[in-house]
């Protein structure tokens, strides 16, 4: 059964939006995907990417690290950051997210995945 009062999917188009210092990555708004302080990018500012990352509770060390859809690339950096001997392979969802993601960081390292 389908609810009409049910939102429409989202936009498939990824926004950015920035403002005081942080950088959100958008497929409609008010809904977030992905946000990130610009000045410490590897910090998860939303709780559902730490809670993601809970399986450090139980292996804290991987040695591997699958993730599939890049979103605005918080865990990917965290890992990257946190995690430097973990081999990370990261499948990006939608390649238009991957392009707008990447465009914006361009050379800045500090947001780079």
């Known amino acids: 059964m389908v609810d009409a ?3 429409p999917p989202p ?3 990824p926004l950015l939006h920035e403002d005081k210092g ?3 990555l958008h497929f409609d708004f008010p809904t977030i995907q992905s ?3 610009k000045a410490d990018p590897e910090h998860l500012l939303l ?3 730490r ?3 809970g399986f450090l509770l139980f292996v804290p060390k991987p040695a591997r690290i699958a993730m599939i859809g890049l979103g605005g690339g918080s865990l990917a950096k965290y890992c990257r950051r946190r995690l430097p001997d973990g081999k990370r392979s990261t499948v990006p969802r939608c390649q238009l997210t991957y392009a707008v ?3 914006r960081s361009g ?4 947001i780079r995945l």
Do not use: Q
């Open 5 to 7: 009062r049910a939102k």
């Open 11 to 13: 936009n498939d188009t």
């Open 22 to 24: 942080e950088l959100s």
């Open 35 to 37: 946000r990130m302080l």
């Open 47 to 49: 709780d559902y990417t």
């Open 51 to 53: 809670t993601m990352m």
């Open 101 to 103: 993601v990447m465009g």
């Open 107 to 110: 050379n800045n390292s500090s």
